[in-house]
């Protein structure tokens, strides 16, 4: 009797412990579950309904697994150093903070006024790093000490510390100011002083503005300018997003710091675009014809990585944005990606003929040219093919996304007993996009070239082409230039996606 009742009792049991396992582990979930604050101005917190301005940190969670990390943007408008402590924002942010939790500072903007009791002087600190002070007699009989930028900070950084938090230093977005070709800086002023209180602190820091800077520098003004919403210190959404990523950048390269560790690691994904020869039609063999697309993907450990083929044939660079393409493929993008993009055999083609209406201007210029679509019905500003690659380098860049561009395949077409190439056209101007963006670049057009005259005309188009296109490879020929973009892969040195090929 005494023995089945116990297993009676044990049975009655089983929901109470039921109960409380679930509850220990939703303990421990939630334990585990870190927070990242995020304190500064209106550059890395902005927008609202029909306000186009947008910062950095509106869009830094979609980087970090959610499930183990919350971005918290407590960043506010406006505010500098002083004013955030001043009007409770600061106290109440640290209220909230945890033990494990990420505190990243950014301020800067808003701090240059000399410290008053006017309206333009409510924000501003004294300059530097050092333990000045300034004493403010409000109209109201109030007194306020104001500091320098450096001990605002140090009090951040300390008062994180004290919660058990991990304090980061971030220097301020550049501005959209150029002198002479180069953006401005902020190494002399805030930027300087930010690191500096990061170093003396023995804290990491992350010089957002020097990595941005080195980028916008690379892309020049007009480029820059299109990052940018009224004026020359609020991003819109497309800056917004570039910076993001900037700080995910910054917090990749830091050491002792685990925060690196709550960014996504989904297996991530190779996408492809381009015209039919990189995808062939339905990418079936229809016809006999093939794209290297089609071929690349046993190159690559599956376990790791992802390989998705959307070139389209008939589509230039032009086309396979303003046809929708290229907004589909955008709307998959995870950080992490990658994107190989080949465009050229179409943008040759006229701007505006009633057949397709495909065409871009031929440079990797600036150039622009307004038309009459008879395709669409509708006037259209056409640029060159360099404008649309860089559109959409800079898009992908946006999304977290590694870019790789590659000059378009040979055509079987032989002059004096060698294949006809573009290295004075769009293998060209692929490369000078790729140089101005500061991304990699795959000489595809050449490499294949080389292979082709080392084998011979004669072998080439047996072996390669049918007898009727001179465009489109058959199997073995997208098979050869397959083989090719993955040894390129290999030896790029700007980019860690040849580290998902197989050994």
């Known amino acids: 009797m005494p023995i089945k009742k116990s297993f009676f009792n044990l049975f009655l049991a089983i929901p109470i412990i039921l109960s409380i396992s679930a509850f220990i582990q939703s303990y421990n979930k939630n334990f585990d579950q870190k927070t990242l604050y995020l304190i500064g101005d209106s550059t890395v917190r902005n927008g609202g309904e029909g306000n ?12 970090f697994d959610s499930k183990r990390l919350t971005v918290s943007n407590q960043a506010m408008a406006g505010r500098s150093t002083r004013t955030f402590i001043k009007e409770g924002r600061w106290e109440k942010v640290l209220s909230t903070i945890k033990p494990g939790d990420f505190v990243i500072m950014q301020f800067g903007h808003n701090e240059g006024s000399n ?47 004290s919660k058990g938090a991990t304090p980061i230093v971030a220097s301020m977005i550049p501005r959209n100011k150029f002198k002479d070709g180069e ?155 990658f ?22 201007i031929k440079s990797a210029g600036l150039e622009a040219q307004n038309i009459y679509n008879p395709i669409t019905k509708q006037q259209e500003t056409v640029y060159s093919y360099g404008q649309y690659l860089s559109q959409m380098i800079v898009a992908a860049k946006a999304k977290g996304v590694t870019p790789i561009v590659c000059s378009l395949i040979p055509r079987n077409i032989w002059k004096d007993g060698k294949v006809v190439r573009a290295d004075s056209d769009y293998g060209l101007w692929a490369k000078q996009v790729a140089e101005d963006t500061n991304t990699a670049f795959i000489d595809l057009n050449t490499l294949i070239s080389n292979e082709y005259d080392s084998l011979g005309e004669k072998y080439v188009k047996t072996h390669y082409f ?38």
């Open 52 to 63: 186009q301005q947008k910062g950095w940190g509106n869009f830094l969670q979609e980087f």
């Open 115 to 161: 410290p008053d009791t006017t309206r333009a002087g409510y924000r501003g600190v004294l300059r530097g790093l050092g333990d000045e002070t300034k004493e403010l007699i409000w109209p109201d009989g109030s007194q306020e000490i104001v500091h320098t930028y450096g001990w605002y900070l140090e009090k951040f950084i300390k008062e994180t510390k």
């Open 183 to 337: 953006v401005e800086r902020a190494n002399q002023d805030f930027g300087k002083w930010a690191k500096e209180v990061a170093r003396r602190q023995g804290v990491p820091f992350i010089d957002l503005n020097s990595i941005i800077a080195d980028q916008y520098d690379i892309w020049g003004p007009f480029v820059v300018k299109g990052l940018f919403e009224k004026d020359h210190t609020h991003t819109n959404e497309a800056g917004a997003r570039i910076n993001a990523w900037s700080v995910t950048e910054g917090i990749r390269r830091l050491t002792n710091i685990d925060l690196k560790d709550y960014l996504k690691k989904d297996k991530p994904t190779l996408f492809l675009i381009g015209d039919s020869t990189v995808k062939n039609g339905q990418g079936d063999g229809a016809g006999g014809l093939w794209g290297w697309g089609d071929f690349i993907a046993p190159f690559f450990d599956l376990n790791k990585i992802k390989v998705q083929n959307h070139a389209l044939g008939g589509t230039s660079s032009r086309t396979f944005q303003t046809y929708g393409h290229w907004q589909k493929v955008l709307d998959k993008f995870e950080p992490g990606d």
């Open 339 to 360: 994107l190989i993009m080949q465009f050229g055999h179409n943008d040759s083609s006229p701007l505006d003929d009633t057949a397709r209406a495909r065409g871009t």
């Open 466 to 503: 049918n007898d009727t296109d001179h465009t489109h490879t058959i199997e073995q020929g997208a098979a050869l230039n397959a083989k090719i973009v993955a040894k390129a892969i290999r030896n790029l040195s700007e980019t860690d996606l040849k580290s998902f090929l197989k050994k």
